[in-house]
């Protein structure tokens, strides 16, 4: 009698635990993204990058142990016993390295050749029609180098695939034990399984810690929300002008006013003088 893992193949098996695994652990990456983002911390770099891959790691270990066993329970008929998440992390993660390491110099070595030949193909097509319009020409040459590298990357996921599914298929073998229940009372032990023992103790624990993550992103928050970035300055406050005395505004009105007076007689005289002098004349 053939064995039950035997009747799935490796890319579906792995694809099956990491699928889910990773829809299992990506809510709690993002509530560790969000309070790096409040605390002014990219997480897409340097620190904030180094912070999140590392608090990934248990979350990573949980979520592969918890799939791992439904998909074993449910799926293959097997009871795994045992650190599951720690066992199939690791290797995964080893093999994940290997494949990322030939997938960077591969996907790169395609698009590089894939640009060339696509402009060598432009070329060529714009010898024989000039008028090949910019926009056609900016779409076939994407497609020529784009779906060859998008092919590779394809290529490259399978072989991860392929070797995880391996890998979790002698797991199985080696520490699962085949279950004699029906498919109905496996999916009913799980489902126990996924029960707590002490369902208020664990709600009280949950609201415990989303009291306290809630405290920790206020307290990460800055104080001026949003915070000025330094390269959009905020306009500088408008001078606090003096209240205006409407005595000395009078008197300035006044003084004005007189010197205006004393330039018009001023030139009143002036022009009286030249009156005279052309008479004279």
């Known amino acids: 009698m053939a064995h039950p893992v035997e009747s799935i193949s490796p890319i579906k098996l792995a694809w099956a635990v990491s699928w889910s695994a990773f829809w299992t652990g990506l809510p709690f990456k993002l509530i560790i993204a969000l309070l790096l983002l409040a605390g002014q911390v990219p997480p897409w770099e340097g620190a904030g990058l180094v912070t999140l891959l590392v608090v990934s790691v248990p979350i990573d270990m949980w979520a592969v142990g918890l799939t791992a066993r439904t998909v074993f329970l449910e799926r293959l008929g097997m009871d795994v016993r045992g650190p599951v998440g720690v066992s199939l992390w690791w290797q ?83 520490s699962g034990q085949t279950s004699s229940a029906s498919l109905l009372e496996r999916v009913r032990q799980w489902d126990y399984a996924r029960v707590p023992a002490d369902p208020t103790l664990v709600l009280v624990s949950f609201a415990g810690i989303m009291v306290t993550l809630t405290v920790v992103f206020w307290v990460l928050l800055p104080v001026t929300t949003p915070t000025p970035h330094p390269d959009y300055p905020l306009p500088q ?24 007076e004393a330039v018009l007689a001023a030139l009143e005289k002036e022009k009286s003088k030249d009156v005279k002098k052309g008479k004279g004349k």
């Open 92 to 174: 995964g993660a080893v093999l994940g390295a290997l494949v990322l390491g030939g997938a960077y110099y591969a996907v790169g070595t395609t698009v590089a050749v894939g640009q060339k030949i696509a402009a060598a193909m432009i070329a060529l097509i714009k010898k024989v029609y000039p008028t090949l319009p910019i926009a056609e020409q900016i779409t076939l040459e994407l497609l020529l180098w784009t779906i060859p590298t998008a092919i590779v990357l394809l290529v490259c996921v399978l072989i991860w695939l392929q070797l995880f599914g391996w890998r979790v298929k002698r797991f199985v073998v080696t």
């Open 237 to 260: 406050a408008a001078k606090a002008t003096k209240p205006v005395k409407p005595e000395e505004l009078i008197k300035k009105t006044e003084a004005n006013l007189e010197k205006a």
